[in-house]
């Protein structure tokens, strides 16, 4: 069996045949099922809640027979209705009775089955629903190794509820299924109900799922009989939808792909019960509905303009797991921010049951980053200063666990054979490659990383400059410029005029050509003298395939479309490569990345997935899918929002009494408004048109300071 965080093999369908499935979520739990709202054995559908499979089969006949499916309309993220029709009755070319199965996931599950007769007599129907449970480990359903079953489970029906209950050693799991109104039987795998629905009206039940955890039933978030709309999932994404900011433009496709945005992350979020206030993002549907480090910190940073709530409870939350000890076999040392955190067998449905893997070398830069953004948009005073503690202790890894063979670099190398073997945000086995294809080796220094971690010194070093502590401030200012200047020295190819993606354990320059030196722009770790030609790499026919840039390009060994980092586009990479660009005043060059992008998610429903093929737009009309993209995906849904700021040229400085604004207009657009970005304790509205822009709502005591961010100044 495979570690969770090391499998790279062929990802589940989730479908049948290609079938069209439909996923609802929230928090860590959701439901994947198809289209007439059955969950079928066999494959990767059910109903999950914290990494485990509950419900691995809920099929709905009627008259013996599964009814036709008509649609399935998605209301909300955590809720959809199925819509089918009964098979006509022998002799008969229609049928007179529909179906509409109505489901809300949070915690468990509500579904409704309505059964609506629309003919002129009352009409008798026997409805049946199988249910079954295999308590399958998440990451089993995903990699296919759901049969390899350990465990005993037992059934216990009883007149109104189906009792399954799973135990294997000390772990105990199980689901209640609550019917209403009682079923006319119960099963040890189904419910039947003896219909009559009344010529124009209707026949209702309603199932509740309540997940076990050991041998304690949880309700789930929506309860039969009770208004849906009171329940906690809906009210959240009311509030949500409420404080978001509002965007007005005449760009349609902006407005389209920011609105799903926005709803995305809003389904994303995962409150935990020990820390209800705390928001912390969940990376993405359906296989990443938990934490992961990197994820969580970029996903925040770029939703900053929309939420910064969303930053505090990621921050809060990763340092209360900040590593404290060395353990090779989770790759935990201390003042590391974690990789990934699951609750396969987690007591409870908290946060803090769950296991953790610290693998990854960019996380605590990130961390750093992140809490320093925070300072710099002027927000939770209080809460950034209690932070702290923990940005030094992730500083003290940086120079010391990061930086193992003392030269200046933070590089990586998993500790056992269960780790992943690239801890970069191009993670798969393959990810990184020399220029020839040859797959590099650990320990690497990722570009990206160092840029992350120059990142970092600055505002480690503008924290103590507010409080005074020139030491300290003159310590990594120093730092930080010896970093660039290093960095610039080893990481660039002369001959090649690009960014080495990473030097290798000999120091020797991993030389391929890949989206990674856009993070380094981002940063503003490149010297200006080397930034044109990054950013005509980046734009080039070998990168840009005209929906975004590639991971890795065309020209290089090992280029794959469909690969999954060595060739594909990711939207987050992209919108991070046009901020860089942005950044070093490369304006027209990201707003072709923008432009790009929104196109991409036009023509998928106004929603970004996770990634997509590498393939060229002058061959295909939209962007190839890749097969097991997750959607909705955080950073994914996070990306226009970072373009947003892009097109703003938002660059706030709260502690300093100013903030850099330059708007710019995206090709065929003439005016933009966004209205109630939280900044300096104030909602900020920007209005932008073919002549101009006004900013109303800023602290008179900050001044906008109308032209862009030099690339020096500090990140």
């Not at 065309?554 to 469909?562: A, F, K, Q, S």
């Not at 959607?631 to 849904?637: E, F, V």
Request: charged share 25%; glycine share 10%.
């Amino acid at each position: 069996m495979s570690d969770p965080w090391t499998y790279t093999g062929r990802v589940a369908s989730v479908g049948d045949g290609g079938a069209v499935t439909v996923t609802l979520v929230d928090e860590s739990t959701f439901a994947i099922s198809g289209r007439a709202g059955d969950v079928v054995t066999g494959g990767a559908q059910g109903l999950f809640v914290r990494d485990t499979r509950l419900l691995s089969r809920l099929e709905l006949l009627v008259n013996g027979q599964h009814p036709e499916p008509l649609t399935a309309i998605g209301e909300e993220p955590f809720s959809a209705t199925f819509v089918s029709r009964c098979q006509p009755l022998a002799g008969r070319s229609d049928s007179t009775v529909m179906v509409f199965r109505g489901r809300y996931v949070g915690q468990g599950m509500r579904e409704d089955v309505i059964l609506r007769n629309f003919g002129d007599e009352a009409t008798f129907c026997s409805v049946e629903i199988f249910v079954a449970s295999d308590f399958a480990d998440l990451f089993a359903v995903k990699e296919g190794r759901s049969t390899e079953f350990e465990g005993e489970i037992t059934h216990e029906p009883h007149r109104q509820s189906l009792e399954i209950s799973y135990r294997r050693g000390t772990v105990s799991r199980g689901v209640v299924l609550q019917f209403s109104p009682a079923p006319a039987k119960v099963g040890e795998d189904i419910a039947s109900f003896e219909a009559i629905v009344p010529a124009h009206g209707q026949w209702q039940a309603c199932i509740e799922v309540h997940p076990v955890i050991e041998g304690k039933a949880i309700d789930p978030r929506y309860l039969c009989g009770q208004p849906v709309e009171r329940a906690a999932p809906a009210e959240r994404l009311a509030k949500w939808r409420r404080q978001v900011p509002q965007v007005e433009t005449d760009h349609e496709k902006l407005g389209a792909v920011l609105t799903r945005s926005s709803e995305d992350l809003g389904a994303l979020r995962i409150f935990d019960p020990d820390f209800p206030e705390r928001v912390v993002m969940a990376a993405g549907a359906p296989w990443f509905m938990t934490v992961f480090g990197r994820d969580s910190l970029i996903t925040s940073w770029m939703a900053l303009v929309v939420d910064p709530d969303l930053a505090l409870g990621v921050l809060q939350t990763l340092a209360r797991f900040q590593g404290t000890d060395i353990d090779p076999r989770s790759d935990e040392q201390p003042g590391r921010i974690l990789h990934e955190m699951r609750f396969g067998e987690a007591p409870s449905l908290s946060l803090g049951g769950g296991s953790i893997y610290y693998g990854s070398a960019d996380a605590t830069p990130l961390f750093v980053m992140l809490l320093g953004e925070l300072r710099r948009w002027g927000l939770a005073r209080e809460v950034v200063d209690e932070l702290m503690p923990n940005a030094e202790r992730a500083l003290e890894w940086i120079e010391h666990f990061g930086d193992a063979d003392g030269d200046g670099y933070v590089e990586y190398h998993r500790a056992t054979d269960r780790g992943l073997a690239n801890q970069g945000w191009k993670d798969s086995w393959d990810g990184i490659r020399y220029g020839d294809g040859r797959v590099a080796q650990a320990p690497i220094a990722l570009c990206e990383v160092q840029a992350y971690v120059y990142s970092a010194y600055l505002a480690r070093a503008h924290f103590a400059y507010e409080a005074g502590d020139h030491a300290t401030y003159d310590r990594y200012r120093t730092k930080a410029a010896h970093l660039k200047a290093d960095f610039n020295r080893d990481f660039w190819d002369e001959e090649k005029g690009w960014f080495a993606v990473g030097l290798d354990a000999d120091k020797r320059r991993i030389d391929s050509l890949t989206s990674n030196m856009g993070h380094c722009l981002w940063t503003g770790i490149v010297e200006e003298d080397k930034a044109k030609l990054v950013a005509d790499r980046l734009v080039s026919p070998e990168l840009f395939s005209g929906w975004g840039v590639r991971t890795l390009a065309t020209t290089n060994g090992g280029y794959n479309p469909i690969s999954y980092h060595c060739g594909s586009v990711w939207p987050h990479d992209t919108a991070v490569v046009a901020a860089g660009l942005v950044r070093y005043g490369f304006v027209d060059y990201a707003t072709r990345l923008v432009t790009a992008l929104l196109d991409a998610g036009w023509s998928q429903g106004g929603r970004l997935p996770e990634l997509f093929s590498g393939l060229d737009r002058h061959d295909f009309a939209s962007p190839v899918p890749y097969p097991t993209s997750s959607s909705p995906q955080a950073w994914a849904a996070a990306s226009p929002l970072l373009c947003l700021r892009s097109m703003l040229r938002l660059d706030p400085w709260v502690p300093y009494g100013r903030t850099w604004l330059a708007p710019v207009l995206l090709p065929g657009m003439t005016r933009l408004k966004v209205e109630g970005i939280p900044l300096g304790g104030s909602r900020v509205t920007v209005e932008v048109d073919e002549s101009g822009f006004e900013v109303s709502g800023l602290a008179p005591e900050i001044e906008v300071v109308s032209e862009p961010r030099h690339p020096a100044t500090a990140a």
